[in-house]
């Protein structure tokens, strides 16, 4: 198998290959003076099998991945892994007269097999023309939080749709999970508190799956701090982190923040590289 590394996942790419002992190809990525994108593959792939690897945070990230796809229709079998894909919160037609986004951009992805990384709802698989698969990189982040010394750490999640990353991240390492709950006290009263266990005095470790303009994870710092937790750690799969995200979450009174390399950023700490790989040996 050889990989090729998108424009947006250069390190990740290389770090697969690493890990696989595969070819990683060199790919050429230009932008024409009128805007548009042009890639070549510059090492040679036909008859083989490839394995494309490219986050798509970016439309330019989307449109070069279809270009690579193109690229490589000469290539035995293709498949592609988009370990961030861009446009997934928009899986519903939330009001009248709005794409389902993550339908038009999957149904655009011809190959193989494809493989997610956490994606924002697994229903989303069914729409790639391809046999679709999601990985879950929150026991890597589950192992990284194992590493760090803290004071009776809990992991929870901001709502209870993120609960299986909490429970995920603590699977086999004993450490205790819990989601946030809101009870409407009355008309215009609610409240927001762990479930089912206390935080004070605790370390606490916030996941969900993207981090973008950090408003959830900003106000769920706030809320914890102010219910006692000691330190807090803000965690994610996908550090979208868009705009003032960072000072945002700072402000809040973050100890500091975990993330993957699923999008390349200066706290993407936690690779999902052998998550990639493990599934690149079972094809
Ligand atoms: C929402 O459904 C997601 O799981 C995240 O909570 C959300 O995307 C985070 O976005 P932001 O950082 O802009 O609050």
Same mark, same amino acid.
Request: charged residues 25%; aromatic residues 6%; negative net charge.
């Given at each position: 198998?050889?990989?090729?590394?998108?424009?947006?996942?250069?390190?990740?790419?290389?770090?697969?290959?690493?890990?696989?002992?595969?070819?990683?190809?060199?790919?050429?990525?230009?932008?024409?003076?009128?805007?548009?994108?042009?890639?070549?593959?510059?090492?040679?792939?036909?008859?083989?099998?490839?394995?494309?690897?490219?986050?798509?945070?970016?439309?330019?990230?989307?449109?070069?991945?279809?270009?690579?796809?193109?690229?490589?229709?000469?290539?035995?079998?293709?498949?592609?892994?988009?370990?961030?894909?861009?446009?997934?919160?928009?899986?519903?037609?939330?009001?009248?007269?709005?794409?389902?986004?993550?339908?038009?951009?999957?149904?655009?992805?011809?190959?193989?097999?494809?493989?997610?990384?956490?994606?924002?709802?697994?229903?989303?698989? %069914?729409?790639? &023309?391809?046999?679709?698969?999601?990985?879950?990189?929150? *026991?890597? #982040?589950?192992?990284?939080? @194992?590493? !760090?010394?803290?004071?009776?750490?809990?992991?929870?999640?901001?709502?209870?749709?993120?609960?299986?990353?909490?429970?995920?991240?603590?699977?086999?390492?004993?450490?205790?999970?819990?989601?946030?709950?809101?009870?409407?006290?009355?008309?215009?009263?609610?409240?927001?508190?762990?479930?089912?266990?206390?935080?004070?005095?605790?370390?606490?470790?916030?996941?969900?799956?993207?981090?973008?303009?950090?408003?959830?994870?900003?106000?769920?710092?706030?809320?914890?701090?102010?219910?006692?937790?000691?330190?807090?750690?803000?965690?994610?799969?996908?550090?979208?982190?868009?705009?003032?995200?960072?000072?945002?979450?700072?402000?809040?009174?973050?100890?500091?923040?975990?993330?993957? %390399?699923?999008? &390349?950023?200066?706290?993407?700490?936690?690779?999902?590289? *052998?998550? #990639?790989?493990?599934?690149? @040996?079972? !094809?």
């Amino acid at each position: 198998m050889k990989i090729i590394g998108g424009h947006a996942s250069q390190l990740l790419a290389g770090r697969v290959s690493e890990l696989l002992k595969c070819n990683l190809l060199v790919s050429d990525f230009k932008k024409f003076p009128d805007g548009e994108l042009y890639t070549r593959i510059l090492d040679e792939f036909a008859g083989e099998e490839v394995t494309i690897i490219q986050s798509t945070p970016t439309d330019s990230d989307f449109v070069l991945l279809l270009l690579m796809i193109e690229a490589c229709s000469e290539a035995a079998k293709i498949n592609v892994v988009i370990p961030y894909m861009g446009y997934a919160r928009q899986d519903k037609r939330f009001k009248s007269g709005e794409p389902i986004s993550a339908h038009a951009v999957a149904r655009a992805i011809k190959a193989d097999n494809v493989y997610t990384i956490n994606i924002h709802d697994t229903d989303i698989l %069914d729409y790639f &023309d391809a046999n679709a698969k999601d990985l879950d990189a929150t *026991p890597a #982040i589950g192992k990284y939080i @194992k590493n !760090l010394i803290l004071s009776d750490p809990i992991i929870i999640a901001p709502d209870d749709g993120a609960i299986h990353l909490a429970r995920n991240a603590s699977r086999d390492l004993g450490l205790d999970y819990d989601y946030l709950e809101k009870t409407r006290l009355s008309g215009d009263t609610v409240t927001i508190q762990p479930k089912n266990l206390e935080v004070n005095g605790r370390d606490v470790i916030i996941i969900d799956d993207i981090i973008s303009t950090g408003g959830t994870m900003a106000e769920t710092i706030y809320l914890l701090r102010n219910q006692g937790a000691h330190w807090v750690f803000a965690a994610c799969v996908h550090p979208v982190l868009s705009n003032n995200a960072v000072l945002k979450l700072f402000q809040a009174g973050v100890k500091g923040i975990i993330a993957t %390399d699923t999008l &390349d950023k200066a706290v993407s700490t936690v690779s999902v590289a *052998p998550v #990639i790989a493990d599934a690149m @040996k079972k !094809l």
